[in-house]
């Protein structure tokens, strides 16, 4: 049992299949737990009588300025945040405090920032996001309130990451939690109880968020943390800033790519075909998420047994993991697919109950998902480059998919087929071009990585 090993010895030596189960499952139940903080409001949103259709799309079309205030909390805290652990390794604990420091400030600064333009600009940006006249209201209501806590969401996010990197990962997890259940509790309560609507959703949701920030906060205040935040240390100093923004732009751009797809495919399907269409994007990335998250979360978990090994240069382990863990991504995934394939309209009825709506999105979410059994292969070898060290080709794989595939695709095809299918064609097109050039990477550069010991 991978229980009997600890510490760097379990990395080592014990047995992969329980090992990965020990480390993957946190990594899941946080995925699974964020999971729940991203689609509880569109559950309830789309079930608000009368209006449900047209608000759930309203929401849709603010996801990309969600996703880009997320972004900026993962620029903070994920630049910072590993800086401030290898700190603490080398025992310099005054310096890992002096990085958490500056990202508190960060985080602050940009939260002000992004209230204000935001709040300026929403208007504007939605129209250009997809929203219609008749959707662009509920978007706005949503918003209103929604920016109101940008400062909330950033400190929960961004200094959650110096608890992770503390290793507290269990007080990491109950500060999502806490406001993912909080959330659930008063989404109900605000939207139909005290009949808020798409308001009620907003304001659970950045009371949720504040609530979480404040139990990061606090334990970052208190003895009980590692590091600690001070005031002496919030002041910018230039050298520590670049540093973050040096490790923190590649998270960055990551979720913020996220955003980038949601604009286009949300645009091209208003173009093509209205807000319907629109609707049915809502629905579809939620349900994606469902299958994303759980894989990055066996993903995450899996990283740090092939980097340990590799280091240690046991790559026999290594080769190992990596066949486990596409073994069970891929599984994963194509489970997904036949579920997607079989019972797409029951899919969209966990989110809205509109006929047509449903009637639209059981037609073409087996389109859309189409490619979601490819996936795994995916995120299998991108993982397995980022733990050996190759971050470049990583992200470059990362990018390949959403970037230089899914958006020119996305604006391409419906013009070229002149058909708003061709949004959805996208897609998996792009899932299975960019899990098949993965593959061949990997498979070309696996030699070099991992020899083969000689005889």
């Not at 903070?76 to 990085?99: C, H, T, V, Y």
């Not at 308001?199 to 968020?209: C, M, V, Y």
């Not at 590649?250 to 807000?275: H, K």
């Not at 190759?390 to 990362?398: E, G, N, V, Y």
Request: charged share 10%; glycine share 8%.
């Amino acid at each position: 049992m991978s229980s009997n090993y600890r510490g760097e010895e379990a990395l080592a030596a014990a047995p992969i299949g329980g090992l990965m189960l020990r480390l993957a499952v946190p990594a899941v139940a946080a995925q699974l737990i964020n999971m729940l903080y991203n689609i509880v409001d569109r559950i309830y949103i789309g079930h608000i009588p009368v209006v449900g259709k047209t608000a759930l799309t309203g929401l849709g079309v603010s996801f990309p300025i969600l996703m880009l205030v997320s972004a900026f909390a993962a620029f903070s805290g994920m630049g910072g945040a590993p800086l401030a652990s290898i700190r603490l390794g080398a025992g310099d604990r005054k310096g890992a405090e002096q990085i958490l420091g500056n990202s508190t400030t960060l985080l602050l600064g940009t939260a002000a920032v992004l209230t204000v333009f935001f709040s300026l600009f929403k208007r504007p940006l939605l129209m250009a996001f997809g929203a219609s006249e008749d959707t662009v209201g509920y978007a706005l209501e949503y918003l209103s309130i929604y920016l109101l806590g940008t400062v909330f969401v950033q400190l929960a996010l961004g200094l959650n990451t110096f608890i992770s990197a503390q290793g507290k990962a269990l007080t990491s997890m109950l500060s999502v939690l806490i406001g993912a259940v909080l959330n659930i509790v008063l989404d109900p309560i605000f939207i139909f109880g005290f009949q808020m609507g798409v308001r009620g959703a907003a304001l659970a949701t950045i009371l949720s968020q504040a609530v979480s920030a404040c139990w990061v906060v606090g334990f970052l205040c208190t003895k009980r943390s590692g590091l600690r935040i001070r005031l002496a240390n919030m002041a910018l100093k230039k050298e520590i800033v670049s540093r973050i923004a040096a490790l923190g732009v590649a998270p960055f751009i990551m979720q913020s790519t996220e955003s980038l797809v949601t604009v286009v495919l949300n645009s091209s399907l208003q173009t093509f075909g209205g807000d319907l269409y629109v609707g049915t994007l809502t629905i579809m990335q939620s349900v994606m998420q469902m299958v994303v998250m759980p894989v990055q979360g066996i993903t995450q978990g899996t990283q740090p047994i092939m980097s340990y090994n590799f280091g240690a240069k046991n790559f026999q382990r290594v080769r190992q993991v990596f066949k486990r863990l596409l073994t069970v991504t891929m599984t994963v995934t194509i489970t997904a697919f036949l579920i997607v394939s079989l019972f797409p309209g029951q899919l969209a009825q966990i989110f809205n109950d509109d006929q047509e709506l449903v009637a639209l999105v059981d037609r073409v979410m087996p389109v859309f998902f189409a490619g979601i059994w490819a996936f795994g292969a995916q995120m299998a070898c991108q993982t397995t480059f980022m733990a050996l060290g190759q971050a470049k080709t990583s992200l470059f794989l990362a990018l390949l998919r959403k970037v230089i595939l899914l958006v020119p695709l996305a604006i391409l095809l419906p013009r070229i087929t002149n058909s708003v299918m061709g949004v959805y064609i996208a897609e998996p097109v792009a899932d299975i071009l960019a899990s098949a050039t993965t593959l061949t990477i990997f498979l070309t550069r696996r030699k070099k990585l991992l020899p083969t010991p000689k005889d």
